[in-house]
């Protein structure tokens, strides 16, 4: 599966951004999906997975109440709603996928678990 991000940008902070995951390829609905972030001298960092039919959310700690992930699968895209935007939200989101079975309940959260990664789009928030 390929994937495209988008809907990043700068915005100031307490403001919104909606970025999207568009999936080409491989039927979707087959795809556990996540977004990570990376910012510059940092690790890259779990955000949000969204499970293969939807019904299973996960969001960090940091982002619990001011981010959310959905999806449509009708349309082949994931979404993070991004509201209540912090400076250190700043980074370059990038948006994973997998369809392999999973051996353990946490495996969303590690990044060498996903074998489909987007470009990336860059978050700039203003403070």
């Known amino acids: 599966v390929q994937l495209q991000a988008s809907g990043g940008g700068l915005v100031q902070a307490g403001g919104s951004l909606r970025l999207s995951c568009a999936a080409s390829?491989?039927?979707?609905?087959?795809?556990?999906v996540g977004w990570f972030r990376e910012a510059p001298g940092k690790e890259r960092e779990f955000v949000a997975q969204?499970?293969?039919?939807?019904?299973?959310?996960y969001h960090a700690d940091s982002v619990k109440g001011r981010f959310k992930i959905s999806r449509d699968n009708t349309k082949n895209t994931v979404f993070l709603q991004m509201n209540s935007l912090k400076p250190e939200d700043t980074a370059v989101y990038y948006c994973?996928?997998?369809?392999?079975?999973?051996?353990?309940?946490?495996?969303?959260?590690?990044?060498?678990?996903?074998?489909?990664w987007g470009q990336g789009t860059q978050v700039t928030v203003s403070s």
């Open positions: 390829g491989r039927t979707f609905s087959s795809y556990g």
């Open positions: 969204i499970s293969r039919s939807g019904d299973r959310t």
């Open positions: 994973a996928a997998d369809e392999s079975v999973k051996t353990y309940s946490t495996w969303y959260r590690n990044p060498n678990e996903y074998a489909n």
